[in-house]
């Protein structure tokens, strides 16, 4: 029997390449976005693909997805599903209303999941949680300002994370976060000098390294640690 991967904003960017390369290296793959009719170029990758509906900024869509999975055995979570905010960080112009949707996209919306699939997650063989997270989320590394709403869910995001890495640990869970390099997708830009393709693949090199004694830890994706 096949691994299980399930991974969240699959319709594009990363998570379609994560999509891509975890098919075609025969796992069987839950693929969750938003709107799966606008799915065009998920539902084209060959392979054991199941494309699921999924918002997770949406409590009763998360519900629904894990009824719908009725405990099914996952090996492996990637919470990729995220969003980087275009209402004005700069002081004086804050929209309250759009952090609170950045917040609920990046940092609640990986939390709900986690916490919705833990019993798929408890039956499955690897026990493995990956969060996408950023650069621009680390405290220590914050040198530049700006972008706040998106700084802030990724840092928030983090912490959480390294929280349940701790309150997992007994369980011999593996709850890691990873920064993709700056990739050239809708978000990362025409600018970004790397490939989804060369940032996955990396990243996968990661997970698959990943161990219990490996939890609660921040990774670049070339396998070098970051600080928090």
């Known amino acids: 029997m096949s691994s299980v991967v399930l991974v969240t904003g699959a319709g594009r960017g990363l998570g379609l390449e994560f999509v891509r390369q975890y098919a075609t290296d025969g796992w069987t793959v839950l693929a ?9 170029a998920l539902r084209a990758v060959a392979g054991k693909v199941s494309v699921l509906s999924l918002d997770v900024t949406d409590p009763q869509r998360v519900v629904e997805l894990t009824r719908g999975l009725a405990g099914r055995p996952i090996d492996l979570l990637i919470n990729n599903a995220g969003v980087y905010g275009t209402a004005s960080n700069r002081l004086g112009e804050l929209d309250y209303h759009a952090w609170e949707q950045v917040l609920a996209a990046n940092t609640l919306g990986p939390v709900r999941v986690t916490e919705a699939l833990l019993d798929c997650l408890r039956a499955g063989t690897r026990r493995k949680v990956v969060s996408i997270t950023s650069l621009m989320g680390s405290i220590g590394e914050n040198n ?4 706040l709403y998106y700084r802030s869910s990724k840092a928030a995001l983090n912490a959480a994370m390294r ?8 369980e011999n869970f593996c709850v890691a ?5 700056w990739v050239r997708t809708d978000m990362g830009g025409a600018n970004a000098p790397l490939e989804s393709s060369h940032s996955v693949a990396a990243m996968r090199q990661i997970i698959e390294r990943l161990t219990p004694g490996d939890t609660g830890r921040f990774f670049n994706y070339d396998g070098r640690e970051l600080p928090w």
């Open 163 to 170: 929280t349940l890495a701790i309150d997992l640990g007994h």
């Open 144 to 147: 530049a300002g700006g972008s």
């Open 177 to 181: 976060v990873l920064h993709p390099g």
């Open 32 to 40: 969750t976005v938003r709107d799966p009719d606008r799915a065009g």
